[in-house]
């Protein structure tokens, strides 16, 4: 499962690195879709291991930075198992064979990210109000009204190493998934002759105009 860049030329997409390529095809039906959520899903894994990377960083982040790294890790990773548009990921059938920590670690982040991080629901992050009550020999009794603000650290070595083993595991079987649903789409394509294969639809691409609007699946032909 490699990554290429694509450029825009004569009024079409073309991938670089296929110097001989005569055109980029559009795929559609349920095997593409499924493909096309399969790649997207790594795209969310890429970025969540790219952002402990970054917090691994030996020159050190700001912890503004820090928090903001690891929550957005967490996010994106949790996307991949949850309810949209796209197929998700079931942890169940991932994590499988693997010891039953693995199976609570995923848990755990999945509630962190539900019930703190993208929802206040739990006690990890606690505001409690209080009034600074003053000594009998000042006129006021009370000296001030505040806020005593209490957040429970997540980010520590333990959550990172295990966050980063769910992360590489899921990757993993995305990749092997993509390139196994890859080699059996173009067994399917070579039965076609290249007359058919060059009528079809070149890959087009729309502008997003609305960002409430869900975007579209393909049809239901390859």
């Known amino acids: 499962m490699e990554n290429y860049t694509i450029s825009f030329k004569d009024n079409q997409f073309h991938l670089e690195g296929f110097p001989d390529a005569v055109k980029f095809i559009a795929l559609h039906g349920t095997d593409a879709e499924r493909l096309a959520d399969l790649n997207l899903n790594k795209v969310d894994l890429d970025f969540s291991s790219e952002c402990l990377t970054q917090l691994n960083d030996p020159a050190g982040n700001p912890e503004i930075v820090r928090k903001a790294l690891w929550r957005s890790a967490i996010i994106h990773y949790i996307k991949c ?6 197929f998700k990921l079931d942890y169940e059938i991932i994590y499988k064979g693997e010891p039953s920590a693995a199976l609570e670690f995923f848990k755990y982040f999945d509630s962190l990210r539900d019930k703190h991080i993208s929802h206040d629901v739990n006690a990890y992050l606690q505001s409690l109000p209080g009034a ?83 975007r579209k699946r393909t049809s239901s032909t390859l």
Do not use: H, M
């Not at 899921?170 to 007359?195: G, N, P, Q």
């Open 132 to 214: 600074v009550l003053n000594p009998l020999t000042k006129p006021q009794k009370i000296e001030k009204v505040v806020c005593a603000n209490f957040l429970v650290v997540t980010l520590d070595q333990i959550n990172f190493s295990n966050f980063n083993l769910l992360i590489q595991k899921a990757r993993t079987w995305v990749v092997a998934e993509f390139d196994s649903l890859c080699e059996k789409i173009t067994k399917e394509l070579e039965v076609y002759s290249y007359e058919e294969l060059l009528k079809r639809d070149p890959v087009t691409y729309s502008v997003p105009k609305d960002v409430s609007k869900p």
């Open 81 to 86: 198992f949850a309810t949209g548009v796209r």
